[in-house]
């Protein structure tokens, strides 16, 4: 776990998440978070977070693969590959 959020969401920045996968000397990692409004949609943050470590994360060598959302009404994913 990189972050625990509230009622209105997490704030979460990318070194946050980019610090597990290098201590972890990782080379791919995937990204989840739940919804527990019951909708899986990502939201326009979701995306802009995503993208933004996506871009980070090549920078440094490593690659994001997913970014799942996951919810009591099911999952999405895939949702940031363009």
């Known amino acids: 776990m990189v972050a625990r959020g ?14 597990g996968a290098l201590e972890l000397g990782a080379l791919t990692f ?3 978070h739940n919804h527990p ?9 979701d995306v802009e977070l995503t993208r933004g470590i996506e871009h980070r994360a090549h920078l440094i060598g490593v690659e994001l693969v997913d970014h799942v959302v996951v919810c009591p009404n099911g999952k999405f994913s895939s949702v940031f590959k363009s």
């Open 30 to 32: 995937v990204m989840t």
């Open 37 to 45: 409004s019951g909708d899986p949609t990502p939201s326009d943050e």
């Open 6 to 19: 509230g009622l209105h969401g997490a704030t979460l920045r990318p070194a946050d998440v980019l610090r």
